[in-house]
């Protein structure tokens, strides 16, 4: 039995090494994007960031989607990769380079991206499964996307605050390395990028692309951890105003 | 000679008695000269070979042939760095720090003392078919013309020595692995270049998409930097990484 996968796997040696370097960019990478860009709606606007949520929701299919198009590729990337790095032997401290460093950062990112992944996973998307709240069902009674989100990192002391907090920015910056480097080295391993001065610029871009991302990723998390609450519950009443106002505001009756 | 021959320099060497045996250093102290190389450190131990606690012991063995960076033979570990004994000067090290320390390259199995058996990547050589098929004796004309561009960069390319700096410093080369190494990658690009060569890119390339293939650098771009010959070693590893995407993609359309 062993012996059979081992030999599927190095009968498909290439395509599957090949596999792993394109999952990491499509699906993986672009819901890494996608995923910060909605995230970075909640610190401008609260009500945009809720809108977008809701309607990532109502994508038909979405299990399926997200099964095919995240999970699986995820796992796949993982599993695959783990086997990847154990036949690596880091020397950046004896070689000093660059991308050297950058060679073993790929992988230590990687070990806590992947950390972190599942960590996150069951702080938010199967947070039932440890006893947590289940997305629609805590959505379908009355609770904005916003609201629940910030009640993950804020429901509690100030020190579990924190330390969310911490694991967040850890978990973000690793990721983002992790898949900002990636298109990087990517293009080498594609044969994209063959000449050196190419290579520099993919990389300057992949970090810029990076910094970006952070941004994205830590104005998120302020807005859903630090800055004080928006008072989610207001916009609703300028349209219900007109029926509410008779008795309570004591106009017109 | 007179003020400099007070001068000595320490020299820590990693010894090995047989292959497979436990391995232990061993310092020995050398009257410094102007313009000494590593070769000469070791030649100076072999005439007097005696460790700095009077211990009498066998000469060093190392192997070496040009001394003048062309055979690949004499690479070492010296001050923590892959490079040849011959072209390394000791003057250099010492600015670097008061110690010369010489240790075998580890990623291949030691023979003796500072002596590697390199053969893996002889053997790498012909597993990707680094050669050119000539099928007759009789005369086949000229060949056919290259542009100088081509030729240029097939000359950075011929010029690999097969020292094995590129394999020591590979993180992805190691006991756990089975990467065939950059060195085999730069000589497959080689022959692919080469308008006869290219008539079996195909089976060169195939060699290089099995395990232990092209698809086992990890990037870390170590050998274009630790190469004595400034091998493009990064563009043969790009160019064959793209050769091989294209070949995996016409192999899977046409068949
Ligand atoms: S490519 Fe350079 S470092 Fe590698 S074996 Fe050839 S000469 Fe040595």
Redesign the pocket.
């Known amino acids: 039995m062993t012996t059979a996968v081992e030999a599927w796997l190095r009968r498909n040696h290439f395509l599957l090494r090949r596999l792993h370097s394109l999952s990491g960019m499509i699906p993986i990478g672009a819901f890494l994007v996608v995923h910060l860009y909605t995230n970075s709606l909640a610190a401008w606007d609260a009500h945009a960031f809720d809108k977008h949520v809701r309607e990532i929701h109502e994508i038909p299919y979405l299990p399926l989607i997200e099964l095919l198009l995240i999970f699986l590729p995820i796992a796949f990337h993982a599993a695959y990769g783990v086997a990847i790095a154990m036949q690596g032997r880091s020397n950046a401290a004896q070689y000093w380079w660059l991308d050297n460093w950058r060679y073993t950062l790929q992988r230590v990112t990687a070990w806590i991206a992947l950390l972190f992944l599942v960590l996150h996973l069951l702080h938010f998307r199967f947070a039932h499964w440890i006893g947590g709240p289940e997305y629609q069902a805590t959505i379908a009674r009355g609770m904005t996307p916003f609201d629940l989100t910030q009640w993950g990192f804020v429901d509690g002391t100030p020190v579990a605050a924190w330390l969310w907090v911490t694991l967040y920015s850890v978990g973000l910056a690793a990721s983002v390395f992790h898949f900002c480097n990636g298109i990087s080295t990517f293009c080498i391993t594609w044969g994209i990028t063959v000449g050196d001065r190419a290579r520099r610029r993919v990389f300057a871009a992949s970090m810029l692309l990076g910094a970006v991302l952070l941004a994205w990723g830590f104005a998120s998390l302020y807005a859903l951890t630090a800055r004080p609450k928006p008072d989610l519950r207001l916009p609703p009443q300028p349209d219900a105003r007109p029926v509410a106002l008779s008795p309570a505001d004591g106009g017109a009756s | 000679m007179n003020d400099q021959a007070q001068r000595t320099i320490s020299v820590r060497v990693r010894r090995q008695d047989r292959r497979g045996s436990a391995g232990y250093w061993q310092t020995f102290r050398i009257a410094h000269q102007p313009n000494m190389n590593v070769i000469s450190l070791l030649q100076e131990i072999a005439a007097r070979p005696v460790t700095v606690e009077g211990r009498h012991t066998a000469p060093v063995v190392y192997d070496s042939n040009c001394l003048e960076n062309v055979c ?1 033979s004499c ?1 070492m570990v010296i001050n923590g760095r892959a490079r040849q004994a011959c072209n390394t000067l000791v003057d250099a090290l010492l600015a670097e720090r008061p110690q010369v320390e010489i240790a075998p390259l580890s990623k291949f199995p030691v023979v003796r003392d500072l002596f590697v058996d390199r053969s893996r ?1 002889f053997d790498a050589l012909k597993k990707v078919r680094a050669w050119i098929p000539v099928d007759t004796y009789g005369p086949i004309g000229e060949g056919p013309v290259v542009a100088p561009e081509d030729a240029a960069t097939r000359y950075d390319l011929s ?9 020591e410093v590979c993180p992805q080369v190691n006991h756990r692995s089975e990467f065939i190494g ?2 085999a990658i ?1 000589q497959a690009a080689l022959f692919n270049l080469h308008p006869t060569g290219a008539m079996n890119s195909g089976p060169r390339l195939e060699a290089l998409m099995e395990p232990g293939g092209i698809s086992d650098c990890g990037n870390a771009q170590n ?1 274009v930097k ?4 400034q ?1 493009p ?1 990064t563009w043969a590893i790009g160019k064959v990484g793209r050769d091989t995407t294209l070949h995996a993609i016409r192999r899977w359309l046409m068949k």
């Open positions: 690949g690479s990547m010029r690999c020595m097969t020292c094995g700096c590129c394999l950059p060195q730069g050998c630790a190469c004595p010959k091998v070693l």
